[in-house]
Structure formats: structure tokens, C-alpha cells
């Protein structure tokens, strides 16, 4: 029966013209089969297992050959017999493949080319991006005398196999400008071409090139391209998008390109810097290739979920850059199309695991990277301390009776007796939902010790709201502090010195303390302020400054306790800025108020308290209890005189401490408890006291360790003070020598200079210039790697060690798996994708079309290259030539086939619409940065400045103000940063500059392979009509007048040559006098429409007139929007 319907279906098929098969060249499997299986099959029977259907898998030979229920679906030699031809040729719909819910449909002749590949027995090829390139023999080639190099034989034979021929070569003119554009970015200067054009060298166009490869501007145009690679921008993504400075990375880039550093080693620095035997200060900076991730820093996000992301980004983009692999779609399945599975792709991330960098808003780990003033700066204040440290050296006889003195002095106060103290007596623990919630609440024990907080009874309200940051918020009982989470409190009113909180008690109270909690974000706005208790009729009963110098500010996400010395009862609490010059706009910003009084005795009744007296002091005690919980330890203290005591504390994890209610300590941290990490000096009454700690568990175990250490003594000098004078050896007497010398009175003076000298250090230091950079985790803190289902960070699968996918080449033995064994594994002699994706970009770049025109995918889903053998010489070439990147380039632009003109010519533009031939040289628009160079540079104003920071040319108004609710100002540069290339624009990543963005320049939020190159009305409205473009109009207008000539027609002719490197044609000198007649006339008509487009912004040059200006700006702006200006031809 099944032979019996297959006939019919072959007979039907062949009605269908399914029958009549190719005749010629036979069936390529990687060209003319793998594509169409991987397009209309692989999603369903692929290396996806998970997605795998029917069983069947089609991507190996293995599982087509394979039999299912007794049937393979192909029979090597037979179609009829093949389940997968009964299937692509059924009438019924039910039965045919692809399904129609699937979108696809295989042609006619496509099914003609599996028939006849089962026919030739169905064989299978490695996807051919997946094996090696070999240098392939140089094709014979009819007309040698065209030939320049290697690159022509393979076009030229493929030219001469179809019967065409090459175009013919490009005048000079065309030449410099094309080459200048290509290797620079930049169009050539008028000397340059006529230099070129007269030069009668026989080797003039070779000596151009290295000219133009040796200067600057070629680091610049190509470290744009790897930019777009890099993802580099000068933010840090997502909704906020705040700022980041990492143009270090940017400079590095520049520098690498012009000092022709090899591939090989480009690529180790950049992946694996760090990892480097004694790595330099540049090697280091080279690693930012990969801190150009995003970080998140908007609150309520999850640090771990988006350093996660991070990891993958740089996994993604690795392979991406410099595999040409979609790897990114391996983590949440296996890939589809390529092979590469899930486990594989995390055993590569894992690899990525294990550096420093978080989710954090500070970046860090940061490399400072001082300028050689700033090193020689530093080191001058350096040699100054230590001459004044040496001063501090000195032995004189009065040194020496005041430090006996004050031993004397300090062995007196140590023989007063110490404090008496009580048993500790712990109660809880007490559960919290999380550890954050855990610090802040305060639990019974704290209520009875610190008092009840009013303030959430209270009514808030304050001087002016802005951002939704209502009064209110300030006593809502959440701690956060993230403005996003919409927990804090804003003002904003610029007429307003003085912004103000207050809460009204919803009943007088005693006041003992105020604690205040600053935001997260911009906490320094909470600095020079003051807080007050006022009485029922708003009366002063007590008021206080704090940080009035307007230096330090209460620390995010830790209560700032201020106690209240009230004489009477608080109606009213309230807090205000101080004016203070130097703060640029005042805002009040509170993430809570508490406002505590005491509580009464009812509650004590409530809370047990355990009896701990095997606690001795100067030990660790471990405190049982669960995570995100809290256990309090009291105790009476009970001081036979008043005076200052040093408390030593310890704690797992965080610790508040109260004496009498008044808060001493309150840190907020993860740690195991140890001995003396805390110190804290207390006040003292004569008589008793009590001591209530507080300790914060967030996870594993908890404990706390105390100490009274009297004296205000370092730990390291007291043992010392007690040995008696005689007996001490050489390095004690040294050391307590040194410490009294820290606070005599007599060396105050030099201790001044030296604090002087430390803060001249700590200023040129803070304004060292740092970048982000990548450091491996020691070897005590690496990551345990986990497969995550699904992708879902928090769904753990099994831990993965680090490895390499199978389906590629082996490492190389001894290759570490680390970021260090990825780079070698890259550029391993027989990795097949490396040396092509490189030699393939740089190509494009050129041609303006790749070998391979799916640069970013060489895997199954990418296309198949237009000319394979030229992509494998110049990939041999290249990883055999020492990877030189400028001999690469040279060998391309020295070849017959660049140097073509573009002139389209009849005959070939029918057979080969799209140049994939290259019959004829290249055409086509230039990239955003260039656009706008070349007009800068055409009208003179270009700067020539080159690294440094991004600058901020011109663009319309108010658009990171709206995008960011005026957190932040386009400052536009002024001076010469105005005019600087378009590579140093600030790129922020949410709010790209509009120009180039309408010019297909890329958000960098992701590595970007390939521009999309479109042409849009949008594009001629910048050119046309943005402030830029008409500044650059109105310059180049006075550089025609004053360089141009006396006339003029000879202006005219100027600005041709200029502006289009090419001799003037009468017909093209003709429209242009005519379009500058016209609008000199109209002009004149309307001298105020001449003001407003020159002599409003630009002075008139002597010896001209206000309406000829206006007209040669128009011209000029007409010149830079030809058609010939904005494409390479």
C-alpha cells in the first residue's frame, strides 16, 4: 500500500514539474540543502531535544537515516522510498511539511534539489562555517594584466565564468576620496587631491594608503566599528540609564588600532587582560571591552538577577564578535538550529562566572588611570609627607618628659576602677520577612529601651512637592530609601533656600530622640540642616544643626539618631535645610522620620529575658536563631565615676546598640561576629546604666562578642604601656613612641602639614579619572555555576563546571577554563570562524556588503558567502599574516576589484542587480559619524583634537529633561569640543543623539554586528535643517568667501572641488550660479530672512555682504545634501 501511494505522489509531483530536476552542476549539500532544512525544519527537528518532534531529527545524518516505526524518513538512493520526500510533496495538508501553521512553504525547485540529493545517496557536510578554512589555489584568470593581487583572481574568475568583466578603474579623484573615507572617516583636504592626482609615481595609490593608514584618524574610524561591537556607551542602561565613565576604554581602543596591535593579542587583552602574567596598566583597561554590560541601579530590582544578565551579555557577545554564533539562543533551551546545547552554553558562561563586577551603581571594580601630571603630583605629595613624617621621627628631651608625662598620666587612669557589670540577659529571637525589615523594625524589647515612635500618627507636610515625593511618605514605616520605590519624600522650589519637613504629634509627647533615615539615592542633598522640637504654639523647644558646613550627610540606610533634650512636651517635629552657597539647588529629600518617646511599663510585663551568666566578656558567644531574625542582650552598667568607656563590640551580622535609650552604634552589614569590629565611645553617668544591643541575623550563624577597654587605647599599645619603661625592647619603645607622637602637642604644627599634605593627596587622587574593569574572583570566593531552566535565574538546575561546546574544536591541552582559555580557544589555528568573521567585517566595511552578508550569524540560519574560497584566503591570509589588521586592509584596497569604478553599467546591473559579483566598486551611503564628519570637516570648523572625555555638540532641547524628569542637563560643549568627530559623542543608551540615531547608529544596549543601512525623509531633515548641519552650512559659507577667490564664479568653482574632490563640470557649475543668483536676490529682498540665517549667529566677514551670505549658505547647505556627497562611489 505504502509503495502504491508513493507512486502516486511521485507520479503527481512530477506532474507538478517536482520531477524535473536540475541538470549540471550536482547537489551541494552545505549550499543547496542544509538552508532549506535549517530554515523549514531544524526549529521542529533539530539539536533542540526538548523541542524535538516525532523523534526525528534532521540537522545529522545519523538521525535522517534512523528508522521510526520501522520507516526512515530518508532511504540514501531512493525518494520514493523516503518518508521526508512522501511528506514535502503530499497533496493532503494534513500530511505535508512544513505544516502551514509553521509559515513555511519549500518551492518547487527547492524540492527538486532533496529529491535529487536522496537520489545521489543523501549525503552529509559539516555546516561549512564549522570546519577550518585551507588556503584555496588562486583561480586561472583569462586577462592576468587586470589582476593586482590574490583577492582579484577569485573575483575575476567568477566575472569570466559568467561571461562579464570588470569595471573599469576609478579616476584618481574618485580613488582619494573613496580611500580617505575608508581609512579615515574623512574626506580628503583639496591639496591632498590634487597631490594625488599629479603625483606620477608609479606606485602613488600604495604610498596613499600607508599615508592614510599611518595617520590618527584611522584608530578613530575603526574604533568606531568596534564600538558598535563593544556596546560601549557613556551610560548605564535600562530606565534610569545613569551615567558611566569608561572613555578610557574608548582611547584604548583608538591607541590599538593605530599602533596596528596583532588580532590575537587584541583579543587576549580585551577578554583576558587581568588574567595576564604582571598585567600593565593598558592590558587591565582593555578588559572594559566587557564592563560595558548594563547595570540596573532603579529600586526593587534583584542585583544577582542582572549581573546574571550581565554574565550572559558578555557570553553572548564573545561569540557573537568573534565566532559570528547566536549562542544567546542556548540559554533557556538548547540552540535550534546550531549545535549547541543548554548544559554548554552555561559550562562557556561559567567561565564568565567568576569576576568581581555586580549589579552595583558605583561600577566598581575601578582602575584609576592617571595622567602623567597627576602621577607626578602625587608623587611630589608624597615625598612631602614623608618629610614631614620624618619630622615626626625626631627625639628631642621634650618629646621625651612629655611622653613620660603622659604615661604616667594614662597608668593613673587605668588603675580607676571600670564599670560593674550585670549578667546578660537575652531575649527573642524575633522573625522578620527579610533582613532589611529585620534592622529597622523595632521590636518590643527596643519599644521598652528607645521609646514608642510617634510620627506614625502624625501629620506631615512640607514647604513644595515635586516627583510625587508627597510629605507623608516620610512616616509611611518603610525604611527603603530607593526613590523608585516611590518611599521618598521631594521638594523642589528653585525661589526656595530653605526647603522644609515637619510632622504634627497627633498628641503632645516627651521627645527623646528624632532618627532620621536619608535616601539611597543623592543622599548628599541631606547635608547643612536642622532639626527642631517645637511646642503647641510652635515654640523652640529645642533645636540643633548638623553637617552645617555642608560637608558629610546622614548615611543611606542607617537611622541617624538625634536625641531631643526638650523642656517640655513636643508638638511638633520639624526639619530644614540651611542655606548654604555651594549647594547648586536645594531639595529636601527623607526617606522616614521617627520621632520616639517613652514607652510605659506595661510592656516590659510581656517580654522573658533568659539569665546568660556563662557569657564571659572578651569572647565570641554564638546566638541561636533563625534567619532574618533578631535577638536583644541587656544588662545594667553600673559606673563608680562619670567618664568616657570604650565599648568593643562584635556582631553576625548587623548590631544596634542604646545606652539608657540613646543610640551608640547602629551598623548595617553581613558578617560572621569577631572580636573587636566595632568601637564605640559612651558617656557615662555615675551610677547605673543600661546597655540593650541589638543583633541583626541574616543568615547561618549569628553571635556577638563585648569588651569594656577602659581607656581610649589602640589594642596594639596598651599591652605595651604596661610593661615598665626599663624593660621594654627596641620595637616597643619604638611604637609607643610613635603613638604619643599621633597627639603631642608639641608636633601639632607638623601633624597639621601633614593632614594638609593628605587632603592635597586625597584631591588629586579623587579627581583621577577611573574605569570600569574586569578582576577574577581569588580562588576562595568563585562561584559554584548553575544550568537555569529556562533561563529563569532563580530556577537552579544542576551545577555545571566550566567547558567549551563539543561540536567545535578541542582546546588546546593546558588551556585553562577561564576568560584567559576562551581568548587562546578563539584564535586556536583550527578554530574555523575566528580569522573569517574578522576578515568578513572588515570587508564590509569596505564594500559595504560582507562575503557573508549574515555577519552577525555564520551559523545554519545565516547565508551562504557569495564568494566561500576569497573568505577562506583572506582568512588564511590574515591568521597566517600574524593577524596584522593594516596589511589585511591594504591587501583589500590594493586589489583591482576596490579600485573599480561604481558606475553602474546595463548589462551587469540586470544579471547583478546587487554588485554580488563585485563587477563594479562599491556604493553606498556613509555611516551616521561620517555624515557629520565630513560636513565638519568641509566646513573648517572640524577639531583635531583626539581621546578624552565624550562631548555634547548641539541637539534639540529638553529631551533628557523630559526622558528623566530634569535629573540631569544637556550641557552643550563649548570651544573646540563643539567640533569634535561624531565618534565622541555622548551616547547615552535610552536617549541616543537624534541625529545619528536617524542615521542607523545603534543604542549600543546590545552588540550590534551590522548597521542596518536605510534611506528616510528624516534623514534629509537633519542634513537639511538641524542646528548642527546649519552652523556647518553657515562655516563652510565663510570659508568659500574667504578661500574661494575674488569672484563669484570662482567661489563657485571652489566650493565644487571642495566639497565633491572632483574636477567642476560646467553643468554642475551652471545650477549652482543659477540657485546662488536666485537666493542672492531673495535676499535682498529680505534682509531680515539674511539676518536670521547668517548674521544672527555668524559675523559677517569683511568685504562681504549680509544677503551674499545668506546665499552661499544656502549653497553650502545644498552642497552638503547632494547625493554624490553622502554616498562612497
Given at each position: 500500500?505504502?509503495?502504491?501511494?508513493?507512486?502516486?505522489?511521485?507520479?503527481?509531483?512530477?506532474?507538478?514539474?517536482?520531477?524535473?530536476?536540475?541538470?549540471?552542476?550536482?547537489?551541494?549539500?552545505?549550499?543547496?540543502?542544509?538552508?532549506?532544512?535549517?530554515?523549514?525544519?531544524?526549529?521542529?527537528?533539530?539539536?533542540?531535544?526538548?523541542?524535538?518532534?516525532?523523534?526525528?531529527?534532521?540537522?545529522?545524518?545519523?538521525?535522517?537515516?534512523?528508522?521510526?516505526?520501522?520507516?526512515?524518513?530518508?532511504?540514501?538512493?531512493?525518494?520514493?522510498?523516503?518518508?521526508?520526500?512522501?511528506?514535502?510533496?503530499?497533496?493532503?495538508?494534513?500530511?505535508?511539511?512544513?505544516?502551514?501553521?509553521?509559515?513555511?512553504?519549500?518551492?518547487?525547485?527547492?524540492?527538486?534539489?532533496?529529491?535529487?540529493?536522496?537520489?545521489?545517496?543523501?549525503?552529509?557536510?559539516?555546516?561549512?562555517?564549522?570546519?577550518?578554512?585551507?588556503?584555496?589555489?588562486?583561480?586561472?584568470?583569462?586577462?592576468?594584466?587586470?589582476?593586482?593581487?590574490?583577492?582579484?583572481?577569485?573575483?575575476?574568475?567568477?566575472?569570466?565564468?559568467?561571461?562579464?568583466?570588470?569595471?573599469?578603474?576609478?579616476?584618481?579623484?574618485?580613488?582619494?576620496?573613496?580611500?580617505?573615507?575608508?581609512?579615515?572617516?574623512?574626506?580628503?583636504?583639496?591639496?591632498?587631491?590634487?597631490?594625488?592626482?599629479?603625483?606620477?609615481?608609479?606606485?602613488?595609490?600604495?604610498?596613499?594608503?600607508?599615508?592614510?593608514?599611518?595617520?590618527?584618524?584611522?584608530?578613530?574610524?575603526?574604533?568606531?566599528?568596534?564600538?558598535?561591537?563593544?556596546?560601549?556607551?557613556?551610560?548605564?542602561?535600562?530606565?534610569?540609564?545613569?551615567?558611566?565613565?569608561?572613555?578610557?576604554?574608548?582611547?584604548?581602543?583608538?591607541?590599538?588600532?593605530?599602533?596596528?596591535?596583532?588580532?590575537?593579542?587584541?583579543?587576549?587583552?580585551?577578554?583576558?587582560?587581568?588574567?595576564?602574567?604582571?598585567?600593565?596598566?593598558?592590558?587591565?583597561?582593555?578588559?572594559?571591552?566587557?564592563?560595558?554590560?548594563?547595570?540596573?541601579?532603579?529600586?526593587?530590582?534583584?542585583?544577582?538577577?542582572?549581573?546574571?544578565?550581565?554574565?550572559?551579555?558578555?557570553?553572548?557577545?564573545?561569540?557573537?564578535?568573534?565566532?559570528?554564533?547566536?549562542?544567546?539562543?542556548?540559554?533557556?533551551?538548547?540552540?535550534?538550529?546550531?549545535?549547541?546545547?543548554?548544559?554548554?552554553?552555561?559550562?562557556?558562561?561559567?567561565?564568565?562566572?567568576?569576576?568581581?563586577?555586580?549589579?552595583?551603581?558605583?561600577?566598581?571594580?575601578?582602575?584609576?588611570?592617571?595622567?602623567?601630571?597627576?602621577?607626578?603630583r602625587l608623587a611630589v605629595i608624597d615625598d612631602e609627607i614623608k618629610g614631614l613624617q620624618a619630622k615626626l621621627d625626631v627625639h628631642t628631651p621634650a618629646l621625651a618628659k612629655g611622653q613620660r608625662e603622659w604615661e604616667l598620666k594614662s597608668l593613673r587612669d587605668l588603675a580607676k576602677p571600670k564599670p560593674e557589670?550585670?549578667?546578660?540577659?537575652?531575649?527573642?529571637?524575633?522573625?522578620?520577612?527579610?533582613?532589611?525589615?529585620?534592622?529597622?523594625?523595632?521590636?518590643?524589647?527596643?519599644?521598652?529601651?528607645?521609646?514608642?515612635?510617634?510620627?506614625?500618627?502624625?501629620?506631615?507636610?512640607?514647604?513644595?512637592?515635586?516627583?510625587?515625593?508627597?510629605?507623608?511618605?516620610?512616616?509611611?514605616?518603610?525604611?527603603?530609601?530607593?526613590?523608585?520605590?516611590?518611599?521618598?519624600?521631594?521638594?523642589?522650589?528653585?525661589?526656595?533656600?530653605?526647603?522644609?519637613?515637619?510632622?504634627?504629634?497627633?498628641?503632645?509627647?516627651?521627645?527623646?530622640?528624632?532618627?532620621?533615615?536619608?535616601?539611597?539615592?543623592?543622599?548628599?542633598?541631606?547635608?547643612?540642616?536642622?532639626?527642631?522640637?517645637?511646642?503647641?504654639?510652635?515654640?523652640?523647644?529645642?533645636?540643633?544643626?548638623?553637617?552645617?558646613?555642608?560637608?558629610?550627610?546622614?548615611?543611606?540606610?542607617?537611622?541617624?539618631?538625634?536625641?531631643?533634650?526638650?523642656?517640655?512636651?513636643?508638638?511638633?517635629?520639624?526639619?530644614?535645610?540651611?542655606?548654604?552657597?555651594?549647594?547648586?539647588?536645594?531639595?529636601?529629600?527623607?526617606?522616614?522620620?521617627?520621632?520616639?518617646?517613652?514607652?510605659?511599663?506595661?510592656?516590659?510585663?510581656?517580654?522573658?529575658?533568659?539569665?546568660?551568666?556563662?557569657?564571659?566578656?572578651?569572647?565570641?558567644?554564638?546566638?541561636?536563631?533563625?534567619?532574618?531574625?533578631?535577638?536583644?542582650?541587656?544588662?545594667?552598667?553600673?559606673?563608680?565615676?562619670?567618664?568616657?568607656?570604650?565599648?568593643?563590640?562584635?556582631?553576625?551580622?548587623?548590631?544596634?546598640?542604646?545606652?539608657?535609650?540613646?543610640?551608640?552604634?547602629?551598623?548595617?552589614?553581613?558578617?560572621?561576629?569577631?572580636?573587636?569590629?566595632?568601637?564605640?565611645?559612651?558617656?557615662?553617668?555615675?551610677?547605673?546604666?543600661?546597655?540593650?544591643?541589638?543583633?541583626?541575623?541574616?543568615?547561618?550563624?549569628?553571635?556577638?562578642?563585648?569588651?569594656?577597654?577602659?581607656?581610649?587605647?589602640?589594642?596594639?599599645?596598651?599591652?605595651?604601656?604596661?610593661?615598665?619603661?626599663?624593660?621594654?625592647?627596641?620595637?616597643?619603645?619604638?611604637?609607643?613612641?610613635?603613638?604619643?607622637?599621633?597627639?603631642?602637642?608639641?608636633?601639632?604644627?607638623?601633624?597639621?602639614?601633614?593632614?594638609?599634605?593628605?587632603?592635597?593627596?586625597?584631591?588629586?587622587?579623587?579627581?583621577?579619572?577611573?574605569?570600569?574593569?574586569?578582576?577574577?574572583?581569588?580562588?576562595?570566593?568563585?562561584?559554584?555555576?548553575?544550568?537555569?531552566?529556562?533561563?529563569?535565574?532563580?530556577?537552579?538546575?544542576?551545577?555545571?563546571?566550566?567547558?567549551?561546546?563539543?561540536?567545535?574544536?578541542?582546546?588546546?591541552?593546558?588551556?585553562?577554563?577561564?576568560?584567559?582559555?576562551?581568548?587562546?580557544?578563539?584564535?586556536?589555528?583550527?578554530?574555523?570562524?575566528?580569522?573569517?568573521?574578522?576578515?568578513?567585517?572588515?570587508?564590509?566595511?569596505?564594500?559595504?556588503?560582507?562575503?557573508?552578508?549574515?555577519?552577525?550569524?555564520?551559523?545554519?540560519?545565516?547565508?551562504?558567502?557569495?564568494?566561500?574560497?576569497?573568505?577562506?584566503?583572506?582568512?588564511?591570509?590574515?591568521?597566517?599574516?600574524?593577524?596584522?589588521?593594516?596589511?589585511?586592509?591594504?591587501?583589500?584596497?590594493?586589489?583591482?576589484?576596490?579600485?573599480?569604478?561604481?558606475?553602474?553599467?546595463?548589462?551587469?546591473?540586470?544579471?547583478?542587480?546587487?554588485?554580488?559579483?563585485?563587477?563594479?566598486g562599491p556604493r553606498f551611503r556613509l555611516e551616521a559619524e561620517m555624515v557629520r564628519d565630513q560636513a565638519l570637516a568641509l566646513s573648517g570648523l572640524q577639531s583635531v583634537k583626539m581621546h578624552g572625555p565624550s562631548v555634547y555638540p548641539p541637539q534639540p532641547p529638553n529631551l533628557w529633561q523630559a526622558a528623566f524628569?530634569?535629573?540631569?542637563?544637556?550641557?552643550?560643549?563649548?570651544?573646540?569640543?563643539?567640533?569634535?568627530?561624531?565618534?565622541?559623542?555622548?551616547?547615552?543608551?535610552?536617549?541616543?543623539?537624534?541625529?545619528?540615531?536617524?542615521?542607523?547608529?545603534?543604542?549600543?544596549?546590545?552588540?550590534?554586528?551590522?548597521?542596518?543601512?536605510?534611506?528616510?525623509?528624516?534623514?534629509?531633515?537633519?542634513?537639511?535643517?538641524?542646528?548642527?548641519?546649519?552652523?556647518?552650512?553657515?562655516?563652510?559659507?565663510?570659508?568659500?568667501?574667504?578661500?574661494?577667490?575674488?569672484?563669484?564664479?570662482?567661489?563657485?568653482?571652489?566650493?565644487?572641488?571642495?566639497?565633491?574632490?572632483?574636477?567642476?563640470?560646467?553643468?554642475?557649475?551652471?545650477?549652482?550660479?543659477?540657485?546662488?543668483?536666485?537666493?542672492?536676490?531673495?535676499?535682498?529682498?529680505?534682509?531680515?530672512?539674511?539676518?536670521?540665517?547668517?548674521?544672527?549667529?555668524?559675523?559677517?566677514?569683511?568685504?562681504?555682504?549680509?544677503?551674499?551670505?545668506?546665499?552661499?549658505?544656502?549653497?553650502?547647505?545644498?552642497?552638503?545634501?547632494?547625493?554624490?556627497?553622502?554616498?562612497?562611489?
Open positions: 500500500m505504502r509503495n502504491g501511494l508513493l507512486s502516486l505522489i511521485i507520479g503527481f509531483a512530477g506532474s507538478l514539474g517536482f520531477g524535473q530536476l536540475a541538470v549540471g552542476t550536482a547537489v551541494d549539500f552545505n549550499r543547496d540543502i542544509r538552508p532549506v532544512l535549517s530554515r523549514n525544519c531544524f526549529a521542529c527537528h533539530g539539536p533542540d531535544e526538548k523541542a524535538r518532534k516525532a523523534d526525528l531529527r534532521l540537522d545529522i545524518r545519523e538521525g535522517a537515516l534512523a528508522e521510526r516505526k520501522g520507516v526512515p524518513a530518508v532511504v540514501p538512493g531512493d525518494r520514493g522510498e523516503s518518508e521526508l520526500f512522501a511528506r514535502i510533496t503530499a497533496t493532503d495538508s494534513d500530511d505535508r511539511m512544513p505544516p502551514e501553521e509553521s509559515g513555511h512553504e519549500l518551492t518547487l525547485a527547492e524540492i527538486d534539489k532533496i529529491a535529487e540529493w536522496i537520489d545521489e545517496g543523501a549525503p552529509y557536510d559539516r555546516h561549512w562555517a564549522f570546519m577550518p578554512p585551507s588556503r584555496p589555489g588562486l583561480p586561472r584568470v583569462g586577462d592576468r594584466s587586470w589582476v593586482k593581487n590574490g583577492i582579484d583572481h577569485f573575483i575575476l574568475s567568477g566575472l569570466e565564468a559568467t561571461g562579464d568583466r570588470p569595471s573599469e578603474t576609478a579616476d584618481r579623484y574618485t580613488l582619494i576620496r573613496r580611500l580617505s573615507l575608508d581609512m579615515t572617516g574623512l574626506p580628503p583636504a583639496p591639496a591632498e587631491v590634487e597631490a594625488f592626482v599629479n603625483d606620477k609615481r608609479p606606485n602613488a595609490y600604495e604610498l596613499l594608503v600607508d599615508d592614510l593608514l599611518s595617520r590618527p584618524a584611522y584608530g578613530e574610524r575603526w574604533a568606531r566599528v568596534w564600538l558598535d561591537l563593544a556596546r560601549y556607551a557613556d551610560s548605564a542602561g535600562y530606565g534610569s540609564d545613569p551615567l558611566r565613565v569608561i572613555w578610557k576604554y574608548r582611547d584604548w581602543v583608538i591607541n590599538a588600532f593605530n599602533q596596528n596591535m596583532p588580532y590575537d593579542r587584541f583579543t587576549i587583552e580585551q577578554l583576558a587582560g587581568d588574567l595576564l602574567p604582571e598585567p600593565s596598566r593598558d592590558q587591565l583597561l582593555a578588559t572594559a571591552f566587557h564592563r560595558n554590560t548594563k547595570t540596573n541601579t532603579e529600586g526593587g530590582t534583584d542585583d544577582e538577577e542582572f549581573r546574571v544578565e550581565a554574565v550572559r551579555d558578555r557570553v553572548d557577545t564573545t561569540m557573537q564578535v568573534w565566532m559570528g554564533l547566536t549562542m544567546g539562543c542556548a540559554k533557556c533551551h538548547s540552540h535550534k538550529y546550531d549545535p549547541i546545547t543548554q548544559t554548554e552554553y552555561y559550562q562557556f558562561y561559567a567561565m564568565f562566572n567568576q569576576t568581581e563586577d555586580a549589579d552595583r551603581g558605583n561600577d566598581s571594580p575601578r582602575l584609576p588611570y592617571p595622567t602623567e601630571e597627576e602621577t607626578r557589670l550585670t549578667t546578660w540577659e537575652m531575649t527573642g529571637p524575633f522573625a522578620a520577612d527579610d533582613f532589611d525589615s529585620a534592622f529597622v523594625t523595632a521590636f518590643s524589647p527596643e519599644r521598652l529601651a528607645v521609646g514608642e515612635n510617634v510620627a506614625l500618627h502624625g501629620k506631615a507636610r512640607q514647604s513644595s512637592t515635586s516627583n510625587d515625593g508627597v510629605a507623608k511618605l516620610a512616616i509611611d514605616g518603610n525604611f527603603s530609601g530607593r526613590f523608585k520605590d516611590k518611599t521618598v519624600t521631594h521638594t523642589r522650589n528653585p525661589d526656595d533656600k530653605s526647603p522644609w519637613w515637619e510632622v504634627a504629634l497627633a498628641e503632645s509627647a516627651d521627645v527623646t530622640q528624632v532618627v532620621i533615615w536619608n535616601r539611597a539615592e543623592a543622599p548628599e542633598r541631606l547635608s547643612a540642616f536642622r532639626v527642631l522640637a517645637l511646642d503647641a504654639e510652635r515654640k523652640p523647644l529645642f533645636e540643633k544643626d548638623l553637617f552645617a558646613d555642608g560637608k558629610g550627610s546622614p548615611k543611606p540606610n542607617e537611622g541617624f539618631a538625634v536625641p531631643v533634650e526638650a523642656d517640655g512636651k513636643v508638638s511638633v517635629v520639624r526639619i530644614e535645610l540651611l542655606p548654604l552657597d555651594s549647594r547648586k539647588e536645594p531639595i529636601l529629600s527623607l526617606a522616614e522620620v521617627q520621632v520616639f518617646t517613652r514607652s510605659g511599663a506595661e510592656e516590659a510585663a510581656e517580654i522573658q529575658w533568659a539569665s546568660k551568666p556563662d557569657w564571659n566578656d572578651g569572647e565570641v558567644h554564638a546566638l541561636e536563631s533563625g534567619d532574618n531574625s533578631v535577638v536583644y542582650l541587656r544588662r545594667k552598667v553600673n559606673a563608680v565615676i562619670a567618664g568616657t568607656q570604650q565599648l568593643s563590640l562584635g556582631s553576625g551580622d548587623g548590631i544596634k546598640a542604646w545606652i539608657n535609650g540613646r543610640e551608640v552604634l547602629s551598623k548595617k552589614t553581613k558578617r560572621a561576629a569577631k572580636a573587636g569590629q566595632e568601637t564605640v565611645s559612651v558617656n557615662l553617668p555615675k551610677g547605673e546604666s543600661e546597655l540593650l544591643l541589638k543583633i541583626v541575623n541574616n543568615d547561618k550563624k549569628s553571635g556577638f562578642y563585648f569588651a569594656v577597654r577602659g581607656v581610649d587605647f589602640p589594642e596594639d599599645i596598651l599591652p605595651v604601656l604596661l610593661i615598665d619603661e626599663a624593660k621594654r625592647t627596641t620595637p616597643q619603645s619604638e611604637k609607643i613612641a610613635a603613638h604619643y607622637r599621633t597627639f603631642a602637642k608639641e608636633l601639632e604644627p607638623v601633624r597639621k602639614s601633614i593632614e594638609a599634605k593628605r587632603k592635597q593627596h586625597k584631591k588629586v587622587n579623587d579627581s583621577i579619572v577611573t574605569t570600569p574593569y574586569m578582576l577574577e574572583l581569588a580562588k576562595a570566593k568563585r562561584r559554584d555555576t548553575y544550568l537555569m531552566v529556562k533561563g529563569n535565574f532563580l530556577s537552579r538546575g544542576n551545577v555545571v563546571k566550566a567547558g567549551f561546546p563539543a561540536s567545535f574544536h578541542s582546546p588546546a591541552k593546558g588551556t585553562p577554563h577561564n576568560r584567559m582559555g576562551v581568548a587562546r580557544w578563539l584564535l586556536q589555528p583550527d578554530n574555523p570562524l575566528t580569522a573569517r568573521v574578522a576578515v568578513n567585517r572588515f570587508w564590509a566595511q569596505l564594500f559595504g556588503r560582507g562575503l557573508l552578508d549574515t555577519e552577525e550569524d555564520f551559523g545554519t540560519q545565516g547565508n551562504i558567502p557569495d564568494h566561500p574560497e576569497l573568505l577562506d584566503w583572506l582568512a588564511v591570509e590574515f591568521r597566517d599574516g600574524a593577524w596584522d589588521v593594516k596589511q589585511l586592509l591594504k591587501t583589500m584596497v590594493l586589489s583591482a576589484t576596490y579600485r573599480q569604478s561604481a558606475k553602474v553599467r546595463g548589462s551587469l546591473a540586470k544579471r547583478d542587480p546587487r554588485n554580488i559579483g563585485l563587477g563594479r524628569n530634569g535629573q540631569r542637563n544637556w550641557a552643550t560643549s563649548k570651544g573646540e569640543d563643539r567640533y569634535r568627530r561624531g565618534f565622541y559623542t555622548f551616547l547615552r543608551r535610552t536617549v541616543p543623539y537624534p541625529s545619528m540615531a536617524t542615521f542607523d547608529a545603534p543604542s549600543r544596549e546590545i552588540c550590534t554586528v551590522r548597521r542596518i543601512r536605510t534611506n528616510t525623509p528624516l534623514q534629509s531633515f537633519v542634513t537639511l535643517n538641524d542646528e548642527v548641519y546649519v552652523e556647518f552650512a553657515q562655516a563652510l559659507a565663510h570659508r568659500i568667501f574667504a578661500e574661494g577667490g575674488d569672484s563669484t564664479a570662482d567661489r563657485l568653482k571652489f566650493a565644487l572641488r571642495l566639497t565633491l574632490a572632483k574636477p567642476v563640470e560646467a553643468s554642475g557649475l551652471a545650477a549652482l550660479t543659477e540657485l546662488f543668483n536666485g537666493e542672492l536676490a531673495h535676499f535682498r529682498n529680505e534682509p531680515g530672512a539674511a539676518k536670521e540665517l547668517f548674521g544672527k549667529t555668524v559675523p559677517v566677514p569683511d568685504g562681504a555682504e549680509l544677503p551674499e551670505m545668506a546665499a552661499l549658505t544656502v549653497v553650502a547647505n545644498v552642497l552638503l545634501n547632494l547625493d554624490a556627497l553622502l554616498m562612497k562611489g
